[in-house]
């Protein structure tokens, strides 16, 4: 790993690549999107952020960068100085997930070190000084645990986590406190969705401790039918204990979203059919699109494909359209700041480039 | 203002959003601790947040003297108090869970319904947290004296610090 922060040719390749995540090779991957887990960590020897003076900070940051990050045991990492990048670029790794909202736009010294497949990112001074975060395509908790377990004790090998033997890891935040670690399954709920039982499903999740968010975590819109399901307690159950409690329920929720699904086959075939060729025509064909129309059209779409209503499209294109169409990606991808106009404008392009590809009249041609 | 359910003074005056129109309610301490205790259950069964855990907090037990009382605690090792905690939800340091121990069991109760760690330990460095605190209060100590100009003390507790820390577990 580099000592400069990676703000030149090896972040552009993040924008030219897409994350292991999203390549759409997972078990459950029709609906399971990824597995996700974190862990909060703090230096016993430093106050938590919140008291941190500037200068704390810094020294967390650069001894962490430093004694930390260089580990052997870490593989390839491509290492971001957040504070020193452009908004558009703190968006970008927001919106590839590889980021908070919280670390993009708090201040002061922070960074973000990235495996280079994207698997894992380690934040420093987000609300916690260390949040380790491991990122895996479909349903794959056990695996996901497995590793993000060994970075964190090969991080912990180096530096004095601080530990209570009650209270388990110290978290600035008494909702992280005990094993820190916070495990979300994104799932893609579309026939939940049009049938209307989403917000059943949600309630009863509720009531066993589990929490509903968006595809950008708190406080964001369900967009393109995207849900994470995420435990709520972190204190006084192990960490298996807690992934099994969000194991355990996946499968229930894909059982049902497969029964909205058949529903949906058997009952009005003609309206899915319709809905989901409509959504596809209109992706091929706009001039200018916004991306809450993207996204829920993309979520018919992909739909679609599973069920094998649109045959000429793969998954882990639709995936990587559900990201690289956010307005970040866009920019980084056209290589220049556009306003919303020409945003929408450009995602149209993009759009059409990429699933327009099997009907242009040069390939038709040549097959 | 008498409340509307009997004849003591009315505290809590409350605008209900729920309904179509919003509605105004005056009620005494006891008919707000009851009206509110009754919406909640009905609302929701859903785990509390940190600011839901302590909205309930004050209602099943404090009085608004005893949480100005509270709010007036700070930690002696990061100088946070825990008027400061309660309007932003984040503790200042590690020794904050111990300096307000007696606030905090309920609250971690109420989110988490458990007070104790289960699962996974530091494997490399024993839970030993007293040097650590030390040098967090330390290198508060430090920058108060050189605020307030004690530049003798300031470089006393530099050496300190500096001390500590070449004390701790080699770099690798």
Known sequence: MNDESDTGPRFDQLTSQCGEWLRGSGPESDIVISSR????????????????????????????????????????????????????????????????????????????????????????????????????????LDNAWKQINAIDDAIESRVKYAFDKRLGYLTACPTNVGTGMRVS???????????????????????????????????S????????ISNQITLGRSEVSLIEQVADVVPVLIEYERRARDFLVNESHNDLHDRVSRAYGI??????????????????????????????????????????TQPAHLQKIHGANLDTADRNAERAIYLRRHLGKGKRPDELENN | ???????????????????????????????????????????????????????????????????????QQSCPVCGITFYEFRNH????????YIAFASELEPLLLNIHGETEHEGKQPIHHAPDEADGLELIRLRREMREAIESEEYEK???????????????????
Do not use: W
Not at chain 1, 287 to 310: A, D, F, K, P
Not at chain 1, 311 to 324: A, C, G
Not at chain 2, 40 to 60: C, I, R, T, Y
Not at chain 2, 158 to 170: A, F, M, S, V, Y
């Open chain 1, 283 to 324: 992706l091929c064909t706009a001039q200018t699109i916004s991306s809450e129309e993207t996204m829920h059209l993309l979520s018919s779409v992909r739909m679609g494909v599973n069920l094998g209503l649109i045959d000429d499209l793969e998954i882990p294109t639709l995936n990587q359209l559900f990201i690289h």
């Open chain 2, 1 to 71: 203002m008498k409340c509307q359910n009997c004849e003591k003074p009315a505290t809590f005056h409350i605008t209900e959003l729920t309904e179509e129109e919003p509605s105004e309610l005056h009620l005494c301490e006891d008919h707000a601790r009851e009206y509110l205790s009754t919406t909640e259950a009905f609302e929701s069964e859903a785990p509390p947040s940190l600011a839901g855990a302590f909205a309930q907090q004050l209602k099943v037990g404090q009085t608004a003297e005893e949480l100005a009382r509270l709010d």
């Open chain 1, 185 to 219: 399954v994104m799932l893609h709920l579309p026939a939940l969705v049009i049938t209307r039982q989403i917000d059943k499903v949600f309630r009863s999740l509720q009531k066993i401790s589990l929490a509903v968010r968006g595809l950008y975590g708190e406080g």
């Open chain 1, 221 to 228: 819109q369900a967009m393109g039918d995207f849900y994470q």
């Open chain 1, 37 to 140: 887990i974190r862990l909060a960590r703090n230096l016993a020897d430093f106050p938590f952020i919140r008291r941190c003076t500037d200068h704390d900070r810094t020294a967390i940051e650069s001894s962490l960068h430093n004694k930390l990050l260089q580990s052997d045991d870490l593989a390839d990492l491509i290492y971001v100085d957040v504070g020193q990048l452009e908004t558009v670029d703190r968006q970008f790794l927001v919106e590839r997930q590889l980021i908070s909202r919280e670390l993009a736009d708090s201040d002061g010294a922070r960074s973000v070190a990235i495996d280079s497949r994207e698997q894992f990112s380690l934040m420093v001074n987000e609300e916690d000084h260390l949040r380790i975060q491991l990122m895996k395509s479909g349903l794959d």
């Open chain 2, 154 to 172: 300031a470089s006393e507790l530099r050496d300190l610090i500096r001390n500590i820390e070449g004390g701790q577990t080699p770099e690798n």
């Open chain 2, 89 to 96: 939800g984040r503790l200042g340091c590690p020794h904050d």
